[in-house]
């Protein structure tokens, strides 16, 4: 079975663009989840999809915005970027994203807005 | 306050040695893990814990709800060991990835 896909796996945006990042989740899996890991601040939970629907959202802006399609595929997307967003996006999967569900994390991907 | 403490932050060991990374938590939760992250950024799952004791090969965890403790141990300590082990809780009513995660603790195993 394949794992997490994250793609892109690197990219590089100045301030002020938009960017849009995938994330593909283990065959099955219908709850996808998206961190966010800076050296200062550690993991920090974006939000989590379950079914098309967003379950639960983090403290963050709302230039993060994300969706999840029927596939269970998910996008996240971060408007007008700032130099703070550069990261590492993680996204993970579980099977239905209820307890007792281990999740799943993809490679991520690194960020870098100059 | 940090919701999840981690200690110690930095951790070095000979190879062979027994290891103990430590987890205090200050809220009600319904699970935690032990991820373990490499240089690099793949962050992978070692153990989802509601009670009591988990023990995958050489790594062995354990949690006691009533003192908001966890222990991750790694007997015969090998430098593949050598990561970022991070702890993170799932509050209650929380879905499962709304996670609160400890900053982690970086283990450096030499030969």
């Known amino acids: 079975k394949a794992g997490v896909t994250q793609t892109p796996r690197y990219l590089i945006k100045t301030r002020g663009q938009q960017v849009t990042l995938s994330c593909s989740p283990i065959s099955g899996h219908r709850s996808v989840s998206w961190y966010q890991q800076t050296p200062g601040q550690g993991l920090q939970f974006l939000f989590e999809y379950f079914s098309e629907t967003q379950r639960n959202k983090g403290n963050f802006p709302g230039r993060f915005s994300g969706r999840q399609f029927s596939n269970s595929r998910s996008e996240m997307n971060v408007s007008t970027l700032e130099l703070g967003d550069s990261a590492l996006y993680l996204c993970?999967?579980?099977?239905?994203?209820?307890?007792?569900?281990?999740?799943?994390f993809g490679p991520g991907t690194r960020l870098t807005v100059l | 306050k940090n919701e999840v403490e981690q200690s110690p932050q930095n951790l070095t060991a000979q190879e062979g040695e027994f290891i103990t990374i430590n987890c205090s938590y200050s809220?009600?939760?319904?699970?935690l893990h032990w991820l373990q992250q490499h240089p690099g950024g793949g962050i992978v799952s070692l153990f989802m814990?509601?009670?009591g004791k988990k023990k995958h090969g050489r790594l062995i965890a354990t949690i006691n709800i009533q003192e908001k403790h966890s222990s991750l141990h790694i007997t015969a300590s090998h430098p593949r060991d050598s990561a970022v082990y991070i702890c993170?809780?799932?509050?209650?009513?929380?879905?499962?990835?709304?996670?609160?995660f400890g900053k982690g603790t970086k283990l450096s195993v030499k030969p």
């Open positions: 993170a809780v799932k509050p209650y009513g929380g879905s499962q990835g709304n996670l609160i």
């Open positions: 814990l509601s009670s």
């Open positions: 809220v009600g939760i319904s699970a």
């Open positions: 993970a999967s579980s099977l239905r994203g209820t307890q007792g569900h281990e999740q799943f």
